[in-house]
């Protein structure tokens, strides 16, 4: 029997058609720095975003469906990661929250899946089963109210659930209501206790949430402002308090954008964000002691609305997922500077919306 190898995958997720492949896994060779297909499923409608569980092999998508009245309801599927080639088989999906979901996150345990629904208002707790499948929609919260925009910004929006670093916790970006929301996570009974809300200035509309290393700050990426807050966290309590807002886009740009993804280097030293418009990554430095963020650069993307990027574990590349180009792009970070260098290598993938690496080990 042959040893297993530590092999780096991208799982993907995108736009798709329930009969058309929507998510994929390829392997990034990081002695070539080539991108190789080794897989793609369908069987999920719009299965835009992933959660990966390295430890349990096990994937965790979001899809859309009906129930049996007819209206539309979101879907999570498990999935399991071949331990021989990489490649995925669905363990089993349960229907979660009306009438859609737009984002995914497992627990650092693995006992729970959130899932984030922008167009009702809503975000659910998922229970995982001892095998890692899903088991059922434990808890569910509605948000009310409205924000400062009046198109974008009608009604709530949570756009994504982050679970703090021990699990206590889980943090609720709404685009909708300008806020932050933390909820204080009963792991027992599985639910969820709203404990209170961390305001991003008015019109703003926070979207995803990168947490520090350290766990002492976290930053939200505000879409319909196109802006950065940075947050002191208290683990204590699960507060958050606003320290500072700075825009993502250059002072000369004047043309349409949205921004999307948020992601700390491992080293805490430097964070990332997507301009959709602009088509950059903007790299700022991380004051370690304050939390701060110093500008340091914007970098094309090499392709159209990038709506995610992620690091690789590493922290040796950053690969972006161009929705509108239907590209991967892989950069090479300049550990000292953090810089963005691109490698000239790129793959074709249809409307890529999430991508997640992951050092899996292969036979």
């Known amino acids: 029997m042959s040893e ?25 060779d990081v002695a070539t720095e080539q991108f190789r297909r080794l897989d793609a499923v369908s069987g999920m409608k719009n299965p835009t975003f992933l959660s990966v569980d390295v430890e349990h092999r096990k994937l965790y998508a979001i899809s859309e469906s009906k ?21 995925l088989t669905e363990l089993n999906r349960i229907r979660t929250i009306r009438p859609s979901t737009s984002h995914i996150q497992r627990d650092v345990a693995s006992q729970f899946v959130a899932v984030s629904g922008y167009h009702g208002g809503n975000v659910g707790l998922v229970k ?25 910004q009608d009604r709530p929006h949570p756009h994504s659930a982050r679970f703090s670093p021990d699990g206590r916790f889980m943090f609720v970006a709404d685009l909708g209501l300008d806020l932050v929301r933390t909820y204080a996570v009963d792991r027992e009974a599985g639910t969820l206790k709203p404990i ?15 947490i520090h290393p350290d ?19 208290n683990a204590e309590n699960g507060e958050l308090n606003a320290i500072e807002t700075l825009p993502t886009l250059p002072d000369q740009y004047e043309g349409e954008n949205t921004t999307a993804e948020i992601a700390v280097s491992s080293d805490g030293r430097y964070l990332y964000g997507s301009n959709r418009g602009h088509d950059s990554i903007v790299q700022f430095s991380i004051d370690s002691e304050s939390g701060r963020l110093a500008l ?35 950069f090479k970070v300049e550990q000292e500077s953090g810089r963005l260098q691109f490698t000239g290598h790129t793959a074709t993938v249809s409307k890529p919306v999430c991508v997640q690496p992951a050092w899996i080990g292969l036979a």
């Open 296 to 330: 340091v650069e914007h970098v094309s993307t090499e392709g159209g609305h990038p709506r995610h990027f992620a690091l690789t574990p590493a922290g040796d590349y950053l690969v972006v997922a161009n929705r509108d180009s239907d590209n991967l792009v892989l």
């Open 196 to 210: 209170s809300d961390a305001q991003t200035p008015p019109g703003s509309g926070p979207r995803h949430l990168a």
């Open 215 to 233: 766990g002492k700050f976290i930053y939200s990426i505000n879409e319909v402002g196109n802006s950065i807050t940075a947050f002191k966290y």
């Open 4 to 28: 297993s190898k530590d092999r780096l995958l991208l799982f993907i997720g995108s736009y798709a058609e329930a009969a058309d492949p929507g998510i994929y896994v390829y392997e990034l």
């Open 128 to 152: 995982l089963a001892t095998d890692g499948s899903l088991h059922e929609l434990s808890d569910e919260q509605q948000h009310k109210g409205h924000g400062a925009d009046p198109v974008r």
């Open 67 to 87: 129930a049996e009245d007819g209206e539309r309801t979101g879907e999570a599927v498990a999935l399991s990661i071949s331990s021989e080639d990489g490649t």
